[in-house]
């Protein structure tokens, strides 16, 4: 059965990057169906909103869904929630794309592209889980209040429930079993309360369920540091939201090439998910044709493998992008010449 990739182009450089999977998808397959909505900045000029019913139901209905980028200096002074991050924000909520895995790879043709020593970053190969639809992002209630002498309060409510924690941590230890066998849990227990809560979770589904994997709890900022110390040592990392975006943006930055770095978020068996690049929506080179679309291609590649049933084909594309790194393909982030669509082709090259 023919399945549908929903593209969600978007703002800033989004547009770009998603002409390149469009080439590679028709190259690859004949039997995809590829829509397209408007989402994001784009969509509240044209519409006033930043995801419209029409875009949040075509996702819904989508087997996947990709997003090239959103967001802009231009709409930093609309109100928060219609920016375009809340339309981020509401997909993911509304697709329930409860965990964010956001690989940190370090490509070896890329090692010198880091700014840690190559030694401490060679053969990294880190799968971070992000808790997506909880947490601080989205807890009740928030607000900043006016109080009786004249201050003023903000204040944002950290919260996770057993089910919460337990089917995002679900998902590392499965992950892991298909990889080096070791997750780490990363939380801030000896302060918070929902900390306290997430490591016994864990713990607690680790021993029922997942005994064979080796499990390791590590505060969420010594996380921070031994990330940077000695990478290496992680397999699979899980932790909440927010420590989530924050450590994921470190791992990034290890491996030298933000550019490159997709993600996906996924839901339960059977729910569409939700792929995009770890790279924002960069208006500084928007509109210029020098974006380097790998990070896209390469999240089309986990559309491919966990949502539209394709890893024969992920797996070629895969090599392919290995292959143009290894024959000198680079955009400029990662010091290189080539344009977008040059690099599109060079992926169609290296496909044969
Ligand atoms: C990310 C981004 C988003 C987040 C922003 C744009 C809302 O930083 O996907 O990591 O904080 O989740
Ligand atoms: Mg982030």
Redo the contacts with the bound molecule.
Sequence with gaps: MTQTLLLLPGDGIGPEVCAEVRKIASALTNDLKIDEKIYGGASYDAHGAPLTDETLQAALEADAVLMGAC?GPQWAKVPRHLRP?AA??GLRKEMQVYANLRPALCFDALADASSLKREVVAGLDIMIVRELTGGV?FGEPRGIDDMPDGQRRGYDTQVYTTSEIERVSRVAFELARGRRNKVTSAEKSNVMESGVLWREVVTDLHAREYADVELEHMLADNAAMQLVRRPTQFDVLVTD?LFG?IL??AAAQLTGSLGMLPSAALGDAGKPGLY?P?H?SAPDIAGQGIANPLAAILSFEMALRWSLDRADIADRLYAAVIKALEDGARTRDIGGQLTTAQMGDAVLKALG
Excluded: F, M, T, V
Aim: aromatic residues 8%.
């Design positions: 967001g991050e981020l924000l992002y939201n975006d994921s943006d995009e770890i924002g």
